[in-house]
């Protein structure tokens, strides 16, 4: 079994920042792409960024310049740093972790962290 475990959510003001933090814990053979996606109330899931294990980052339009991705291979997890939030940035924020086995490559998520933005 693994989990993942999602923190650092929570309220700020249009501007500001905050960091998210999700790490994954149980039997873990090897990380492939670490993501980050939200959704809105009453909107579908999006991807905000991913990272991959050759190094690789992605980002939405909606956020390139504002927040990065960033992982911690030995203590896989990953973060993202969220910069000059907008209130349209309000969303829950899950992550989602592809792990490799010799069995296959198989994806999983965390339970989601709130973040609110007010303007």
């Known amino acids: 079994q693994v989990q993942l475990v999602e923190s650092g959510g929570g309220l700020v003001q249009a501007g500001g920042s905050l960091t998210l933090s999700c790490a994954a814990s149980?039997?873990?053979?090897?990380?492939?792409?670490m993501v980050w996606y939200r959704q809105a109330s009453g909107k579908q899931r999006e991807l905000v960024a991913a990272?991959?294990?050759?190094?690789?980052?992605n980002y939405a339009d909606s956020v390139k310049g504002r927040f990065t991705i960033s992982r911690d291979n030995a203590k896989n997890a990953v973060y993202l740093q969220m910069n000059s939030l907008k209130p349209e940035d309000t969303a829950v924020y899950y992550c989602?972790?592809?792990?490799?086995?010799?069995?296959?490559?198989?994806?999983?998520w965390g339970q989601g962290t709130q973040v609110t933005v007010s303007s």
């Open positions: 989602n972790v592809h792990l490799e086995y010799s069995r296959g490559t198989y994806s999983y």
């Open positions: 149980g039997s873990i053979n090897r990380i492939n792409a």
């Open positions: 990272s991959t294990s050759g190094g690789t980052t």
